[in-house]
């Protein structure tokens, strides 16, 4: 059945994110429309609400108890994701969540069972998977243009942040496995597989901030493929990953954060031949935000929950086996 009206949604939190990415694209989808902006600060919330609609609203319990929202947007600190999901699902709302959904495997398994015993949708909003580039890498791989699939590689990292960035706080769950890291772990998933296991990896952590700053994990499928992902805050940008099969290779630039209007581009290798195929430009942000809609007038989130869930154990099973190396990058952790 069509929905008669838009999804109602209600924002808890200004971040950064919710101002550049994810509430411009909210304005591209004609079947949602924001009805109402939480914040601590009620000069944050009228600026915001100033600009994409909605009534401005001071606190998040007062956004939650309001019968004018139909699902939230939850734009906080990682830290704070898994108490506010679980309030907003209790309240009867759909909820969209900043990616990582929550800072721990178990929270999340939690905030996914209560969502589909409720009947409502949970996403997770790491909306590259939503951009199409990545469907027309998978066609690629279908066609056979590099063979077999054997191995991927996977980076994500970017120069230090400035100081008292929310991701330098522990306290907040920082850190540039949650931040970062989700993006290669999620490549892996993608295009190796739900049922990856780590197998070795490393997170150094910070000489003033005391998260960790950098990471490698070692991935394997059961049918014996590998992923190579690397992420941090102490790096040149990349943002990419390489498909290394029997015939070829397939590499993806600007992979995980394209704007709008950009057009990326796919650079097929083999032996005897580069080709470049420059594809249409997408907005992922509104590509995610279609996408939740279509499963809120559906019902239900069991479409994503199985994704979620295997994004957040590898995440968990990075942190549980990963070396703990100081920041010593000159000559290895001890410095020599």
């Known amino acids: 059945?069509?929905?008669?009206?838009?999804?109602?949604?209600?924002?808890?939190?200004?971040?950064?994110?919710?101002?550049?990415?994810?509430?411009?694209?909210?304005?591209k989808v004609p079947e949602l429309t924001v009805t109402?902006?939480?914040?601590?600060?009620?000069?944050?919330?009228?600026?915001?609400?100033?600009r994409f609609g909605g009534e401005a609203v001071v606190?998040?319990?007062?956004?939650?108890?309001?019968?004018?929202?139909?699902?939230?947007?939850?734009?906080?600190?990682?830290?704070?994701?898994?108490?506010?999901?679980?309030?907003?699902?209790?309240?009867?709302?759909?909820?969209?969540?900043?990616?990582?959904?929550?800072a721990r495997y178990p929270d999340t398994v939690t905030a996914v069972r209560l969502a589909d015993s409720r009947g409502l949708t949970l996403m997770?909003?790491?909306?590259?998977?939503?951009?199409s580039l990545h469907d027309a890498v998978r066609e690629m791989l279908?066609?056979?243009?590099?063979?077999?699939?054997?191995?991927?590689?996977?980076?994500?990292?970017?120069?230090?942040l400035p100081p008292g960035n929310v991701r330098y706080q522990p306290e907040l769950a920082g850190g540039s496995l949650l931040d970062a890291g989700v993006y290669p772990l999620a490549a892996a998933s993608m295009f190796l597989g739900p049922d990856l296991d780590v197998v070795g990896a490393t997170l150094r952590m910070g000489t003033e901030a005391k998260v960790d700053v950098a990471g490698d994990?070692?991935?394997?499928?059961?049918?014996?493929?590998?992923a190579h992902v690397s992420f941090g805050f102490e790096h040149a940008y990349r943002c990419a990953y390489t498909l290394w099969g029997s015939e070829g290779r397939i590499i993806v630039d600007r992979a995980f954060t394209p704007p709008p209007d950009f057009r990326p581009t796919v650079r097929l290798e083999r032996a005897d031949e580069v080709r470049e195929r420059v594809l249409p430009a997408d907005d992922q942000f509104a590509g995610t935000l279609a996408c939740f809609v279509r499963a809120v007038t559906g019902g239900g989130s069991a479409a994503h929950s199985a994704d979620v869930i295997a994004r957040a154990r590898l995440v968990s099973q990075v942190q549980g086996r990963a070396?703990?190396?100081?920041?010593?990058?000159?000559?290895?952790a001890d410095g020599r």
């Open 142 to 160: 279908d066609e056979g243009g590099i063979g077999e699939l054997r191995s991927l590689t996977s980076e994500f990292g970017f120069p230090p």
């Open 36 to 50: 109402a902006v939480a914040s601590r600060s009620e000069d944050n919330a009228r600026a915001v609400a100033a």
């Open 217 to 226: 994990a070692l991935l394997c499928a059961p049918d014996g493929r590998t």
């Open 323 to 332: 070396r703990l190396l100081g920041n010593g990058w000159s000559g290895g």
């Open 1 to 27: 059945m069509k929905n008669e009206r838009p999804v109602r949604l209600g924002i808890l939190g200004c971040s950064d994110i919710a101002r550049r990415r994810t509430l411009p694209a909210a304005l």
């Open 59 to 102: 606190g998040y319990e007062a956004l939650l108890e309001s019968p004018d929202v139909d699902a939230v947007y939850v734009s906080l600190p990682t830290g704070l994701h898994h108490d506010w999901i679980v309030r907003a699902l209790r309240a009867g709302k759909h909820v969209l969540a900043e990616k990582p959904l929550t």
């Open 124 to 131: 997770e909003n790491l909306t590259f998977t939503q951009h």
